[in-house]
Structures are given as C-alpha cells and as structure tokens.
C-alpha cells in the first residue's frame, strides 16, 4: 500500500526545480543519502551540507538548470520512482540540455515525512532495471 503523502511531499520538491529553484531542503532527513548512481561523477554522500555541495558542483556545470518530471511511479510505501528531463544549457558549450537526451530518473526514499535517500540517474534505463522494472520500449 502507498502513502499519498509521501507522493505529494515528492510532487512538491519538483515543483521547485521545475523552476530552477533548488534552495529549499526541509524535505530532506539531515542525515541523508545522496547518491549519482551513473553518469559522469558517479558517487555517494551523506548528510545536508555534503547534499548541498554535491547540488551545486552538479549544478555548476550548467546555466537555467531545471528538472521536469516526466511521471511519478508509486513503487511501494516508501519509495517512489520519478522520470525526468533535465532542461538547461552547458556554460562552456552552450548546447541546449533538451537536445543531448538528458532523460533520466530519480529514486526517493520516504520516512515520515522525510527523503531519507535520493538516488539520481542520468540512464533511465539503469535506474528501471534496478529498481525491477522493465526498460521504456519493451514490451511486458
């Protein structure tokens, strides 16, 4: 059974960053663990502040970085699946972020009230196959 707080509590952060606000962080358990699962600084850390730090080196690389959520995908009681699409330009190439098929996908861990672990994907692929999943375009 799934807990529709836990969905809007995930609903709500991304309502943020769809405007490329990353600011708020009341969302996240202080002893969080933030994981890039792929992509190419792979990596893991724990707590708010290293959380923050991670955020902004990622996000440093780019100008009017956003991410949009493509669908929300209730996996269980705690955890719950986002595809998205980051949106934005590189500082140094300029190339529009949209165009280098940035589709990707999120993992939220949810404990009263809190994220507990987020784990960020640039391959959608990777992140459905490790949650059980089959990949987008196979056929069930």
Do not use: C
Not at 89 to 111: D, I, M, P, Y
């Amino acid at each position: 059974m799934t807990d529709s707080s836990n969905l809007d509590l995930v609903r709500s952060i991304y309502r943020d960053w769809e405007r490329g606000d990353y600011s708020a962080a009341e969302w996240a358990h202080p002893q969080i663990e933030y994981v890039f699962a792929d992509g190419p600084d792979p990596g893991a850390w724990e707590g708010l502040a290293a959380m923050a730090e991670a955020w902004r080196d990622r996000l440093s690389t780019s100008e009017a970085a956003r991410i949009e959520a493509d669908e929300y995908r209730e996996l269980d009681g705690e955890r719950i699946l986002v595809l998205t699409r980051g949106i934005g330009r590189g500082k140094k190439s300029g190339l529009e972020l949209r165009h280098a098929e940035t589709q990707g996908a999120h993992l939220f861990h949810v404990r009263q009230g809190k994220v507990t672990r987020f784990v960020a994907y640039w391959d959608r692929d990777r992140a459905l196959a490790d949650v059980g999943l089959a990949p987008e375009g196979d056929a069930p």
